[in-house]
């Protein structure tokens, strides 16, 4: 599996995931430039939620949570103030899903992270 499919995957998951504790996902992947690209746009009752989803195939090499630098946080960021002046949102937070494959399948979610 090379990383994109293995991103992919971890993205699929963490949408089950969502869908599983009561989300609707509104989007996936949505890109605003080169470096900015949100993996999932999702809406808990009122509040759209914006997740970056990290998969990792074991955490031999750190979490899939330190893969999120301060610089991919700040694009991160861009993306949203985009977003959600066009959609006219109101109340959002930023959310963050780790997905481990190895040993055994492990799904963390953080929210209403920063960085």
Known sequence: MNNKEKGNAGEDLASKYLVQ???EILERNIRF?????????AKLKDTTVFVEVKTRKNDLFG???EAITKAKYENIKKGIAIYIQTH???KYRIDVIGITLE????VEHLKNVSV
């Open 63 to 65: 979490k899939p949570f």
């Open 21 to 23: 504790n009561g989300y």
């Open 33 to 41: 430039s080169r470096l900015c690209e949100i993996d999932i746009i």
């Open 103 to 106: 040993p055994e399948l492990k």
């Open 88 to 90: 006219k949102v109101k």
